[in-house]
């Protein structure tokens, strides 16, 4: 390692981090922090591998993970008489690039995955209408499309931030509640204009056809805007947990209001004031007052590796990886520091570079084997910084729940052992 | 359709044609205006009516019926209390009534009295999701009782009370005026 360490250009922040350049460079080894290795098959002699000697398995209809990935999982917290009220969350530490399988894109349902007969279900679009209309899934199929390819983060999403000792967990059960999927299906828009918009109508109530009937009012702006009745993720029929057989997207917004087994959208002057948008999805302040409406999701970034639950093994060049993102549009730019945020160094940023998209960001890092803070921190083209965690909680308190997005540390002890940390 | 209507046309679905591409990954924001099929089916408004669940804070969407606080006790006891505990405060589900820790205080009690801003939102609540382990099995008359029941718990009716469409939106909830909207504005009226 002293080979690949002499001739690396000089740190660009404190604590040893590389300007993004170095990413780039022919043969330069970036190590990796990893849980463990395992036994490995043994090869023949002239080392060819056993499945190099006969004939592989057949075709399959629908492709699996492989058995030796059995191991990657959601995280499910269910309530113990309820189990189909609670969350399972998405292994980030474990995913690279910027799509999430859809069978591990992070689940909350509040009363099951309801088991919906397609050709029985309807959209109703009713209220401050010219006509009330009712959809079938076979007809909005027939209708133009769009995409967006985006994340979807529920309101709670870290809200183990906000305790007052740093929790203890892999990053994916307590910040895994983000995924990031291509949506496909018909605009909004499009359907409430066949329907014939009332001008007194300013706010819709989605409504989903699951044992809980969620429901969520969102401004008619907004579903004018870009939202979707989506029908398809990643290019297929919406998995069940996901909202089969349709959904409503609202890009940028978080997850309750991306209302999953749509039924109902029904148009009125002002909002329904749902249970989940007055006792739930607010935050209570320091002052007394909640904040209502927060729907858009802000800056935020994470680091995936190193995180809790790896190991860096000894002093070397790592690639530091992580996810950002912004619900007000594109990430501008992700800044990684190694020295607790005193210095920062600009991370590369992977393309494509979308708006309310996970982002995928890199930086290098040479460690020198002391102890070490790392943290990134995101800048969204609204000129958002995702900010330090004690801002935050001086701005907003500890009794907010939802809408955690301050920066995340992790504390590099000079064994290479990972923590969380306040710091 | 006479033939410059429908040369007229077909230059319009091309058009819409070609800009598709361009939206790209944009989310479903209208660069151009799509020619749409219009497949929705009419619902007359009484049909639309039959299936509505929403409730509005000025009582829009309550059904007919009443209920009080007594009657509401024992349907509480018998479906609810497993998981919202006795009396409303609090087991495996959130606390509903008992708490006096105010929202400034360190450990603040979210209760229907000191956190919910409307009392319609009870009704509506219940009537969708309640009990959890049999949703929709409530009529009116109870979910009029378990509001009842539940506002009498935190003071903000008397046990004889009777609700019903018209006096459950008159309930004056403490936190009325605890909210403050951030990317969207409610109307006053529904404030």
């Known amino acids: ?423 | 359709m006479s033939t410059p209507e429908r040369g007229r046309r077909l230059a319009l679905l091309l058009a819409a044609a070609l800009t598709l591409p361009s939206a790209g990954l944009a989310g479903g924001k209208l660069g151009a205006e799509p020619i749409a099929p219009r497949l929705g089916q009419p619902v007359g408004a009484a049909d639309a009516a039959r299936s509505d669940l929403n409730v509005y804070p000025d009582g829009r969407g309550l059904p007919p019926g009443h209920g009080n606080a007594a009657q509401g006790k024992a349907l509480y006891d018998a479906q609810c209390a497993v998981c919202h505990g006795p009396a409303g405060r609090g087991a495996s589900a959130e606390e509903l009534a008992g708490g006096s820790e105010p929202l400034t205080s360190e450990a603040p009690d979210k209760t229907v009295g000191l956190y919910w801003p409307h009392a319609t939102t009870l009704f509506d609540f219940i009537r969708r999701a309640k009990p959890m382990f049999a949703p929709g099995a409530l009529g009116a008359d109870e979910v009029y009782a378990l509001s009842a029941y539940l506002l009498h718990l935190n003071g903000l009716v008397g046990a004889d009370d009777e609700l019903n469409a018209r006096t459950l939106p008159a309930v004056r909830m403490p936190n009325r005026a605890g909210f403050v909207g951030i990317d969207a504005q409610a109307p006053a009226a529904a404030r």
């Open chain 1, 1 to 423: 390692m002293s080979d690949r360490r002499r001739g690396a250009p000089a740190p660009v922040a404190g604590g040893g981090l590389l300007h993004r350049r170095v990413l780039l460079q022919r043969g330069l080894v970036l190590a990796t922090a990893s849980a463990a290795g395992g036994a490995a098959a043994q090869a023949r002699e002239d080392g060819r591998p056993p499945w190099m000697l006969t004939p592989g398995q057949p075709f399959s209809g629908y492709g699996q993970p492989s058995k030796h990935e059995a191991s990657l999982q959601r995280r499910i917290g269910g309530h113990k008489l309820l189990p189909g009220n609670g969350v399972s969350w998405t292994p980030l530490e474990d995913l690279e690039g910027m799509i999430t399988p859809a069978g591990l894109h992070f689940e909350r349902h509040h009363n099951g995955v309801p088991d919906i007969d397609p050709k029985a279900h309807r959209l109703l679009i009713d209220g401050l209408v010219r006509q009330p209309l009712q959809f079938d899934l076979a007809a909005l199929r027939r209708y133009p499309m769009r995409s967006h390819l985006g994340f979807i983060e529920c309101g709670g999403n870290s809200n183990a931030g906000w305790h007052p000792e740093p929790i203890q967990r892999p990053l994916g059960s307590f910040h895994g509640m983000v995924s990031c999927n291509e949506w496909t299906g018909v605009p909004v828009a499009v359907l409430l204009k066949e329907a014939g918009l009332d001008p007194k109508a300013a706010w819709g109530v989605a409504e989903g056809a699951d044992a809980f009937a969620m429901h969520l009012s969102l401004p008619l702006a907004r579903l004018m805007d870009d939202a979707l009745v989506a029908l398809y993720q990643n290019g297929e029929p919406i998995r069940p947990e996901h909202g089969y057989p349709m959904r409503l997207v609202v890009p940028g917004c978080e997850g309750v209001v991306n209302v999953k087994w749509l039924r109902r959208l029904q148009l009125a002057t002002g909002p329904v004031m749902a249970r989940n948008e007055t006792a739930k999805y607010t935050e209570l302040q320091p002052d007394g007052k909640a904040r209502q409406f927060t729907h858009v999701m802000e800056v935020k970034s994470l680091i995936t590796s190193p995180s809790f639950g790896q190991r860096l093994r000894g002093p070397d060049v790592y690639e530091v990886r992580g996810l950002a993102w912004s619900g007000r549009g594109r990430v501008r730019k992700v800044e990684v520091s190694a020295d607790g945020g005193k210095s920062w160094a600009e991370a590369a940023l992977q393309g494509p570079v979308l708006p309310k998209c996970l982002t995928r960001f890199r930086a290098a890092w040479q460690w020198d084997g002391k102890p070490a803070v790392l943290k990134s921190r995101a800048t969204d083209d609204s000129g958002a910084v995702q900010p330090e965690r004690e801002l935050l909680v001086a701005q907003r308190g500890l009794n907010g729940y939802f809408h955690y997005n301050a920066i995340l540390a992790w504390g590099i002890d000079d064994e290479g052992g990972i923590t969380h940390v306040y710091a």
